[in-house]
C-alpha cells in the first residue's frame, strides 16, 4: 500500500535525521532546494561512472555492513 505524501514525508525526515541529525538533514533539504537538485541526473552520472564490478563490490560490502532487518509485523 502506497503511503499518503504527508506518511512519505514525515518517514523521509526520520531517516534523514536519525542518519544526519537535525541540523544536517534540514541543510541537506534547503541545498537541494536551493540548487534545485536533480537526483535523476546526479544518480544517472555517479552509477556511469561506475563499473557494474565496481557497483556489485560495493553493493555486498554495504549489505555486509547493513544487514536487512525487518520490522514488518505479523498478522
Do not use: H
Request: aromatic share 10%.
Amino acid at each position: 500500500m502506497a503511503d499518503s505524501t504527508v506518511e512519505l514525508m514525515n518517514r523521509g525526515m526520520r531517516c534523514l535525521t536519525s542518519q544526519m541529525g537535525i541540523v544536517d538533514a534540514e541543510e541537506f533539504i534547503s541545498i537541494v532546494i536551493r540548487e534545485k537538485f536533480d537526483y535523476t541526473k546526479w544518480q544517472r552520472d555517479f552509477f556511469d561512472s561506475k563499473t557494474p564490478e565496481e557497483i556489485s563490490r560495493e553493493a555486498a560490502e554495504f549489505e555486509k555492513e547493513n544487514p536487512f532487518v525487518s520490522n514488518a509485523v505479523r498478522i
